[in-house]
């Protein structure tokens, strides 16, 4: 059974310095370009209040604020300090974006009060364990109508895809991966309290961006 130690999901030092130059130069620049294609189907509305989990560098909220008016608003949740340092640098320049550091797994200072809760390759890493206390944090935090909105990998079958992308698949992932890609997302979050599921899929569909409604 995996435990959490295998996990690569906390990142540190140099590399969470530069952690979207590395995951830009490493994609030969369409990181930012897929980023900006998968929040533009978010379907943030202008008054949103949208809760980023694991936010790392804010780069995903700067981007995600651009869809706001000054009635929006973002908090992103990170525990690690350099990550914070580095929100910071990225998002200090909007009112709206603020960071709350803590643990994504500790309960949330928070209440039915955002309209979305968003994740960005950041579930994949936790033991499925931890994954229902993310997931229970979520549906508390969001309002009654709330939006979970995870983007992430997507369930394949790993044995058939191309040997190029199973030997980078291998060298970069930690072995939560392979179990996350196995597991039915929908029936899992059905039986967490979502519903209504909505999906786009990336990169030979292997990544995917779906939605789903809280439901009570």
């Known amino acids: 059974m995996l435990d959490q130690s ?10 969470a310095r530069f952690y979207d130059q590395i995951l830009n130069w490493g994609s030969l620049g369409k990181y ?3 980023l900006k294609s998968a929040i533009a189907r978010m379907d943030i509305q202008p008054r949103d209040a949208i809760l980023d989990l694991g936010c790392g ?4 909220d700067c981007l995600m604020a ?9 908090v992103g949740v990170d525990i690690g300090q350099e990550m914070a340092e580095q929100f910071e640098k990225n998002c200090g320049k909007f009112k709206n974006i ?3 550091q803590q643990s994504i797994l500790e309960p949330l200072p928070f209440e039915n009060e955002f309209d979305k809760v968003f994740m960005s390759f950041v579930f994949h890493g936790f033991t499925q364990e931890n994954r229902k206390k993310i ?12 939006q979970l909105i995870v983007l992430d990998f ?10 190029w992308f199973r030997i980078g698949f291998k060298t970069i992932e930690c072995p939560l991966a392979f179990e996350y890609i196995k597991i039915n997302w929908k029936e899992q979050l059905k039986a967490w309290g979502f519903e209504m ?10 990544l995917r961006l779906f939605k789903a409604k809280k439901f009570s």
Do not use: C, Q
């Open 6 to 15: 295998v996990s690569k999901v906390e990142v540190r030092g140099l590399t």
């Open 32 to 34: 930012g370009r897929f």
């Open 57 to 60: 560098t804010g780069k995903n």
């Open 66 to 74: 651009e869809y706001l008016n000054l009635e929006g608003r973002i």
């Open 98 to 100: 603020r960071l709350h």
């Open 135 to 146: 997931i229970d944090n979520a549906y508390r935090v969001l309002k009654a109508d709330g």
């Open 154 to 163: 997507n369930e394949f079958e790993f044995a058939k895809k191309p040997l």
């Open 197 to 206: 599921f909505k999906e786009h899929f990336w990169f030979m569909e292997t």
